[in-house]
């Protein structure tokens, strides 16, 4: 058979460079070339789509590709009925509440009746909602900062990185309600089962490439009897690889350390004797 698997991704924005790194980090060869709209993987049964993240979901669900990256806002915010095949991590961002800075802001109840200016009236629902407060949304594309200062809205809810552009029209932050990262949509591919072998190829390489990212890999060289508390330390995780130096009551040790406990353990490395401490990203990593 000769089924290829169909991806869309953002063709030129925030998620594109990341989402094109996870895949090549999966060993799939394509050129890239950011002129095309659509390129084939030469080593890989992948098609891919370079499209707008808006249009990602409903391509997906029109069947025009199989499966997609995007942000998990825009998903929520459109709300096909797609799966999440995996949260991809990158691109985190903030939904928040901001308001001017003569409004009394005690939660979301002080919204109450207020308008609220939003490109994400969906989820903004969904969110007041739970708290049964009612507010009127006005939904705007874009700008949304500029709203309170044109009189059109008291209040806006939108996509906050550094909270500068809300600093600059006398807006600021008071409340983070939903927060998002890049992931990987698709709809079930169950009519095609050469298409779901290639969709499950696919997610093991980029299963091992996240994992990988997650650990570091490192050496270092140990007094002989402080392996044990090294061992324990490490904890978790296989037993370290241990190899006897040349210097007598020295062993030099080889293990993997989760990234978020990487500081904590390279410091206690330290007060255990750990000498010639060398790190190193890794790879690729399975079970
Ligand atoms: P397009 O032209 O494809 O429609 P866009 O302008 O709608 O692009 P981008 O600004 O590239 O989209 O944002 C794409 C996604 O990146 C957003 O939906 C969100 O998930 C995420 N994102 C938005 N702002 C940030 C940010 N400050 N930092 C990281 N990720 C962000
Ligand atoms: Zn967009």
Known sequence: ????????????????EKSLAIISGCGIKFGS????????ATNFPLEFLYVRDDDIPS????????????GRNEFDE????????RDLGFSKCRLS???PHDFPYLGLKSLEGKRIATSYPNILRGILGEDGVSATLVEVSGSVELTPAVGIADAICDLVSTGATLAM???????TVYTSTAVMIGRPLTDNRDKEAILQRLLLRIDA??????FKYIMFNLPTDRVEAVSALIGGLKSPTVTPLLEAGWVSVQTVVAEDRFWDVFEQLKDLGAQGI??????????
Not at 1 to 16: E, F, H
Not at 59 to 70: E, K, L, N, Q, R
Not at 78 to 85: C, D, E, Y
Request: charged share 25%; aromatic share 2%; net charge negative.
């Open 97 to 99: 509440i901001a308001v």
């Open 209 to 214: 490439v996240m994992k990988a990212a997650s």
């Open 59 to 70: 391509y997906i669900h029109d069947g025009v590709a199989d499966i997609g990256i995007v």
């Open 169 to 175: 029209n006398g807006l600021h932050e008071v409340e």
């Open 278 to 287: 060398l790190v190193t990203p890794i790879e690729k990593m399975t079970e």
């Open 1 to 16: 058979m000769s089924d290829v698997l169909r991806i869309a991704i953002q063709k030129k924005g925030r998620l594109s």
């Open 78 to 85: 459109q709300g096909f009925a797609l799966t999440v095949l």
């Open 33 to 40: 070339d950011e002129r095309v709209l659509k390129e084939r």
